[in-house]
């Protein structure tokens, strides 16, 4: 269900609709539009949130949804069935993130995780031009705090299926190393199956960090490292780790412009992985899948399946 409300006469007709949708067993939702505000959101979810059917709310790309917006919205969140969570294109800072940090911690306390979760554009971003409803004069950039965003990670690979990081400018070395920490099973259980990274600008010495965390992961079946400024150089990084890695299946590279697929030929790199290829593991280039398949790799995926089954049923089974 998309939203694309402009006045408060419109948004009372839409919580009317969305409130007749939930004797509908209402599944999923999906409010996304520029120009909604965040008191227009809040209301909107809240009637949706009266469904117990509802399992996936989708806000995307409604920069005027605040960190103080989104304080509320877990509250909201916390006794709720929803397990696929996206908010993207929103401004979490450091009081949403926190927020979406112990929502996670208490529905897993709770016993009813949330499953999935994507925050792709949201957290490592420039907001210098925008500004929230909630905070009109607040239209500065405000850095993510690092103790906020390792807490963030540690609890998220703890708790989560599916993570989605796309698209927020990850690139420090204390970034790479927080989420490396967090994907390892040396400290605490993992329990992420896939980790989208894509449209990050982690280079070879962030993947170099990335894959010290890989050699201890007995979790993760998929990887998207697409258009992440990695050369052929990350190659050996990959291919040391996934030697102590059994468990990964997918590993998703495409738009690496400085990837010199022709430069693994004939070196042990290219032979193991066409080894790995006849275990059914395979790294996919952008050549290697039709581009209908982006939209699942970027975690669109549909209400009736998991973001690994849905990739990995689409996926193609050959190697680049």
């Known amino acids: 269900m998309c939203c694309y409300s402009y006045d408060t006469s419109a948004t009372e007709y839409m919580v ?3 409130r ?7 599944k999923s939702c999906r409010i996304s539009h520029p120009d909604v505000s965040f008191e227009q959101i809040l209301l909107l979810a809240a009637a949706v949130l009266e469904s117990p059917s509802l399992r996936k709310l989708d806000i995307v790309d409604c920069p005027k949804l605040g960190p103080k917006s989104i304080t509320h919205l877990c509250e909201a969140l916390k006794d ?3 397990t ?7 401004d979490l800072r450091n009081e949403g993130l926190k927020s979406l ?13 949330i499953k999935a979760l994507s925050l792709e554009g949201s957290i490592f971003h420039d907001r210098s031009t925008v500004a929230t409803d909630e905070a009109p004069m607040m239209a500065t950039t405000e850095p993510m705090q690092d103790i906020v965003w390792k807490d963030f990670v540690s609890v998220a690979c703890q708790t989560l299926e599916s993570l989605d990081l796309s698209r927020n400018q990850l690139s420090r070395a204390g970034q790479i190393s927080d989420l490396a920490n967090g994907i390892s099973s040396r400290k605490s259980p993992c329990r992420l199956l896939a980790l989208l990274l894509s449209n990050n600008p982690i280079g070879d ?3 170099d960090i990335l894959c010290q965390g890989l050699k201890r992961n007995r979790t993760m079946v998929l990887l998207a490292c697409a258009e992440c400024e990695l050369s052929a150089q990350s190659s050996h ?3 040391d780790a996934l030697r102590s890695n059994p468990s990964l299946q997918r590993l998703y590279l495409y738009g690496n412009k400085e990837w010199d697929r022709t430069s693994t030929n004939n070196n042990e790199e290219w032979k193991y992985w066409m080894k790995l290829n006849a275990q059914g593991r395979s790294l996919l280039q952008s050549q290697d899948f039709p581009v209908e398949l982006v939209p699942l790799i970027l975690g669109r995926i549909s209400d009736q399946t998991s973001i690994l089954h849905g990739l990995l049923r689409e996926s193609p089974s050959h190697v680049c």
Do not use: I, N, P, Y
């Open 20 to 26: 007749r949708l939930v004797q509908l067993e209402l």
């Open 84 to 90: 696929h969570l996206s908010l993207e294109g929103v």
């Open 16 to 18: 009317k609709s969305c």
């Open 205 to 207: 010495s962030g993947m």
């Open 101 to 113: 940090t112990q929502l996670l911690r208490d529905r897993d306390a709770a016993g009813h995780r």
């Open 237 to 239: 990084f990959l291919t």
């Open 80 to 82: 709720t069935g929803v």
